[in-house]
């Protein structure tokens, strides 16, 4: 018996696939994870108060996204005294297996910052901090919620012996909460 010998032709299937930045907007946090509630403090659109740089602009917008487990934070910053603008992108969330606050920072320049959080709820204060190991130096950031409209900041540096190499204090005041659409 000769074997059947059965050509068979597939055509190519071209499939097109168009992403939308607001595609993935949500209401809010994810209501399964409580714990990101707190990063809720972070939403809105925000402008900046640089304390001893006032030709520093600084702005930032908030929304959760991906079904409410991240929250993602656009920002940009420009400077009248010659400064390169500057342009990144954070995400941040809570990590249900390590019971912990994380954010990734992507900057424009191709730096990425990763970070843990703790929240305090009774002051309404995040602190995120790391430790840059192959310097030998520590960074903390701390937003304190002062309430609905302002939080107060300060960004941290300190070497090997924890003497403050710089420190960066400012003030951001909301402008406006996004208006929001379902994912």
């Not at 929304?63 to 920002?75: A, C, D, K, P, Y």
Request: one cysteine or more; a negative charge.
């Amino acid at each position: 018996m000769k074997p059947v010998v059965l050509t068979v032709s597939i055509p190519a299937t071209v499939l097109n696939c168009q992403v939308q930045a607001d595609a993935d907007v949500a209401k809010g946090p994810d209501p399964q994870v409580p714990e990101l509630q707190a990063l809720h403090h972070y939403v809105g659109q925000w402008e900046d108060e640089i304390a001893g740089r006032p030709e520093v602009k600084r702005a930032e917008i908030a929304e959760w996204i991906l079904r409410g487990r991240f929250l993602r934070q656009s920002w940009t910053t420009e400077s009248t005294d010659g400064a390169p603008p500057a342009k990144g992108l954070t995400l941040m969330t809570f990590d249900t297996e390590q019971k912990v606050y994380r954010s990734w920072a992507f900057l424009a320049t191709g730096s990425v910052i990763e970070n843990e959080g703790v929240w305090d709820a009774i002051t309404k204060s995040f602190t995120w901090g790391r430790r840059l190991v192959e310097r030998s130096e520590t960074v903390i950031t701390k937003a304190s919620f002062v309430d609905d409209s302002v939080q107060d900041w300060s960004i941290v540096k300190t070497d090997e012996h924890g003497k403050v190499v710089r420190e960066v204090v400012g003030r951001s005041l909301r402008r406006s909460l996004p208006s929001l659409r379902a994912a």
